[in-house]
């Protein structure tokens, strides 16, 4: 009898570590799915984080991408339209003809072009300004160390019809627009400037050896009353014009006596005079000291050569007489070079304050 109760205490605390064992492996079994199951999760929730970070990757630098396309193509929209605009302007080697989509101008305006260009190419640059082959150089000018950023303006003269206002707009830069008195080939030049809120006036003076002179051109030979009468005029059809400057005019600037007679009339309607500097002989300076005025002139003609590279050029000589007498004026011209090589060198223009011609003194 005693054996058998042994017998069955020992299977009965067999039983019981079996139970036990299985308890504890139950009790890991848990432990490890209910671990596993929180840094399962953990993980996938990093997975997830990943996946999401991947995907706003990929969506900024798809953003980028477009912004960067977007960017390229109005530039590319920006130099089409120039040479759209500009379509008409002659011996323009280096811009290719575009493709037509749309009329910019009313018929009564490419009319008048036309008749424009059937004038000649006197006004396919600038050589029609000045006398010679060597430019007239700027006026002697004082180094100016200043810790303020150097004034640039550039001056587009020769602007008549709305092709030319339509590319400098185009460009999106404080450009000072000089525009011709209305003529027979421009009878809209004034209506167009009174849409502006600033413009000059590019009057037309007697040059020396440029014969397609434009209507009511002053001649040295203009009395008193005819050079008031006829400044009188432009007041009447530019009624806020407060800046005026030469158009070719070598000769009559560099008559003492015909220029006196000039600021005397433009004194009378409170008009300021700047030197295109057409001739090197102009005798605007002395006039100018005379009346105890400041003579203002230009420092770089941009467009003598009609090329883009050579254009650009000069635009970095008048950037970098800014740079040196504080401040600095350019003059160019409405054709399609002159405007795309402005608008491509917006960059060089971070070096200086690109102003109207009213800022620069």
Do not use: C
């Not at 980028?64 to 590319?76: C, G, P, T």
């Amino acid at each position: 009898m005693t054996k058998r109760k042994k017998v069955g205490s020992k299977k009965h605390s067999n039983t019981l570590i079996y139970i036990a064992w299985g308890l504890v492996f139950i009790v890991i079994a848990i432990g490890v799915f209910i671990g596993g199951y929180y840094f399962g999760y953990d993980d996938a929730k990093k997975n997830i984080q990943k996946q999401e970070q991947m995907k706003e990757k990929k969506r900024l630098s798809v953003i980028k991408k477009l912004e960067e396309e977007s960017a390229k193509k109005r530039e590319i929209d920006v130099n089409d339209r120039l040479k759209e605009i500009l379509k008409k302007e002659a011996n323009i080697t280096q811009i290719s003809e575009p493709k037509i989509e749309e009329k910019i101008e009313k018929k009564s305006d490419e009319a008048n072009e036309s008749k424009e260009q059937e004038r000649g190419d006197e006004y396919e640059n600038a050589t029609h300004e000045t006398e010679g082959a060597v430019l007239p150089q700027p006026p002697e000018r004082k180094i100016v160390k200043s810790s303020t950023k150097p004034k640039l303006a550039i001056i587009i003269d020769d602007v008549s019809v709305k092709s030319h206002v339509a590319a400098i707009k185009a460009l999106n830069l404080p450009i000072t627009m000089s525009f011709l008195p209305p003529s027979k080939f421009r009878p809209n030049s004034s209506t167009l400037a009174a849409k502006e809120s600033f413009y000059m006036v590019h009057l037309p003076m007697e040059a020396k050896n440029f014969h397609h002179e434009e209507p009511y051109t002053l001649r040295v030979g203009d009395s008193q009353d005819e050079i008031i009468s006829r400044i009188e005029d432009i007041k009447k059809l530019f009624p806020k014009v407060k800046y005026i400057n030469n158009h070719t005019g070598s000769k009559f600037t560099s008559d003492e006596a015909a220029v006196n007679r000039l600021i005397i009339a433009l004194n009378k309607e409170n008009i300021n005079f700047i030197d295109s500097r057409t001739i090197g002989s102009t005798k605007v300076p002395t006039v100018m000291k005379n009346y105890g005025k400041q003579y203002v002139a230009r420092d770089v003609f941009l467009d003598d050569k009609m090329d883009k590279a050579s254009i650009i050029v000069q635009i970095k000589k008048a950037i970098e007489s800014a740079k040196i007498h504080g401040s600095a004026i350019a003059i160019g011209h409405p054709h399609a070079n002159t405007i795309l090589a402005i608008s491509e060198s917006k960059n060089l223009f971070s070096a200086v304050e690109l102003v109207l011609i009213d800022k620069v003194y």
